[in-house]
């Protein structure tokens, strides 16, 4: 069965601002701000009062799938400038001591496995890292920033055709975003 039209309602938090200007979502909070494009050509967005409301008429599938995967955008972006996104990564050196250092923004792996030259990342905007050893903290208002600096950290110590239960060396993430990972 087909329906006429969707309309959709996402309630905005107190103490978060929301400005909407040709699809692109500002959402401002305690801990930040974050910035997201979103340009649907058969949806209307529209900001109201303390919520903001999506129409669809004679929507498809593509269309209702589009509204709810916005809604979840949204929601991890409140969550995000009112709690930010914390991701935590352990570092792991059996064999070699391995050194972790923060130089600006690059994070830069010594002695990985024996290597004499160092691995290097550079962090992107708007995420702040801090090295404890041995511990790495990553976070930022924007959950997906901090999930791909993280992500990038873990990858940077990767190594290929190695089983990973053996060669326990290199970086792991051990909190994603408040939940621990086993």
Request: hydrophobic share 35%; charged share 35%.
């Amino acid at each position: 069965m087909k329906l006429d039209k969707i309309e959709y309602k996402v309630e905005i938090p107190e103490k978060v601002t929301v400005d909407v200007k040709d699809g692109l979502f500002t959402v401002k909070g305690a801990k930040g701000e974050v910035k997201r494009k979103f340009i649907f050509p058969k949806i209307r967005i529209e900001k109201k009062d303390n919520a903001i409301y999506f129409l669809a008429l004679k929507p498809t599938k593509r269309e209702k799938a589009a509204i709810y995967t916005t809604e979840a955008h949204l929601k991890n972006m409140f969550k995000g400038v009112l709690e930010g996104s914390i991701y935590k990564l352990k570092i792991c050196s059996g064999h070699f001591p391995m050194k972790v250092s923060l130089k600006g923004n690059v994070i830069e792996v010594k002695n990985f496995m024996g290597e004499t030259v160092p691995r290097t990342l550079k962090i992107k905007p708007y995420v702040d890292v801090k090295i404890q050893e041995p511990e790495i903290t990553v976070t930022s208002p924007d959950k997906e920033l901090s999930g791909q600096t993280a992500a990038a950290i873990e990858q940077i110590c990767r190594r290929a055709n190695f089983d990973r239960r053996i060669f326990q060396d290199g970086i792991y993430i051990t909190l994603k975003d408040g939940i621990e990972v086993k």
